[in-house]
């Protein structure tokens, strides 16, 4: 993989991502993606986004995760830059520099006190990917108890409650995660109803 390749076209990393699979029971981390971008595209309209502020959000969701394809993640295993690489390598292929940082900030925040996305781009890009998460596992059923949680879902719910509020975003919980419970039952992925589901995601984002 060199810069030449991805100048050409970044999307082909984004179509390799059709064979990396996130969670047996909910997909690829591609199928996630076109989630995201329709929860996006749903939160854009909610908060009243311009047709080229939305294109710019859905372009960064598109790209959020092609760094997972790239040497610098998936052989040499530096977790750790995920996000950075990608705004790197976003920049290097002349994506718009609001792209390359939303993508960077889709991981925000990576831990406890870690800073907050502060873009458009960057936080409907890690809210719709977080949202995504937790409804997604508690759908079909991977609900942390104790202190197992391998898909760090409370993580994920503090995330999206601090971005909110750091935000100051104007907009309805209980509408994002009743619009990605609909993507779930549309797919045929729920393995529990969408009202169990709700009650339990909205119960766990408000306990955090």
């Known amino acids: 993989f060199f810069y030449e390749d991805l100048k050409k076209s970044p999307d082909k990393l984004v179509e390799g991502l059709k064979e990396v699979v996130f969670q047996k029971d909910i997909g690829t981390i591609y199928s996630k993606i076109e989630r995201n971008k329709k929860l996006a595209e749903k939160m854009c309209k909610y908060m009243n986004l311009s047709a080229e502020q939305t294109a710019t959000v859905l372009r960064t969701v598109h790209l959020a995760k092609f760094d997972l394809l790239t040497n610098m993640i998936s052989e040499k295993e530096y977790t750790k830059l995920q996000g950075f690489m990608g705004m ?4 290097k292929a ?11 900030e889709h991981y925000l925040p990576r831990f406890q006190g870690d800073i907050l996305p ?8 890690s809210i719709t990917d977080k949202i995504d998460t937790v409804v997604g596992c508690f759908g079909v059923g991977l609900i942390p108890s104790g202190s197992q949680d391998p898909y760090a879902l409370r993580r994920a719910a503090l995330g999206i409650v601090n971005i909110i509020l750091n935000s100051k975003l104007q907009i309805s919980t209980l509408q994002i995660v009743r619009d990605s419970i609909e993507q779930f039952a549309a797919d045929g992925i729920l393995k529990r109803s969408k009202e169990e589901v709700e009650k339990d995601v909205m119960e766990f984002i408000k306990a955090r």
């Open 88 to 91: 790197v390598y976003a920049e």
């Open 94 to 104: 002349g994506e718009k520099k609001e792209v390359a940082k939303g993508i960077f």
């Open 118 to 125: 502060e873009s458009n781009e960057g936080i409907i890009a």
